[in-house]
């Protein structure tokens, strides 16, 4: 028997395979969309109806995370720039600027339980310290004396933790 003969009826009816394949398969698929805009039926194929859930509907966007009454007591921490800076570092409670050590050495901030206290500005020639000179009575959390080095990266002086009464 001729090789090209054998070749031929061999690839003829492995294409002929592979097109029944293709058709089947498109059938499949289109026979599975349309059962899918049944209700009942897609909740049984689809996952993704069975796994979601209820979605999330927050009460109120606008109000704040952490909510203070009127009688909440503030407390202060007193920061020392340890060395000469020659920029501007300021200090950040939870991600806002409250005061810079452009022209003083010490600085005295308000904080509240939780508060997030850091420093960060323009990159020293040197590395700067900066210590928790002072704090007011109540405050466990940064302690007295705890000191940073920064080098011109946002460094965390601490969480504001009140002892409890």
């Known amino acids: 028997m001729d090789f090209e003969q054998w070749f031929k009826e061999r690839t003829s009816g492995f294409e002929r395979?592979?097109?029944?394949?293709?058709?089947?398969?498109?059938?499949?698929?289109?026979?599975?969309?349309?059962?899918?805009t049944v209700p009942g039926v897609r909740r049984t194929l689809n996952l993704v109806d069975r796994l979601e859930g209820e979605p999330y509907t927050p009460v109120d966007i606008g109000a704040p995370a952490i909510s203070r009454s009127a009688g909440?007591?503030?407390?202060?921490?007193?920061?020392?720039?340890?060395?000469?800076?020659?920029?501007?570092?300021?200090?950040?409670?939870n991600g806002t600027a409250v005061k810079s050590f452009s022209e003083n050495t010490s600085v005295v901030i308000t904080v509240s339980e939780g508060d997030l206290v850091e420093i960060d500005g323009d990159i020293p020639e040197e590395e700067l310290g900066v210590v928790v000179s002072a704090v007011s009575d109540g405050i466990q959390l940064p302690q007295h004396g705890r000191q940073v080095h920064f080098f011109g990266r946002p460094e965390t002086i601490g969480w504001v933790v009140i002892k409890g009464d």
Do not use: W
């Not at 395979?17 to 899918?36: D, K, N, P, T």
């Open 72 to 93: 909440d007591v503030m407390h202060y921490l007193e920061l020392t720039l340890l060395g000469e800076v020659k920029g501007n570092v300021e200090v950040f409670v």
């Open 17 to 36: 395979l592979l097109i029944r394949g293709a058709i089947f398969l498109l059938v499949l698929l289109f026979l599975s969309q349309a059962l899918l």
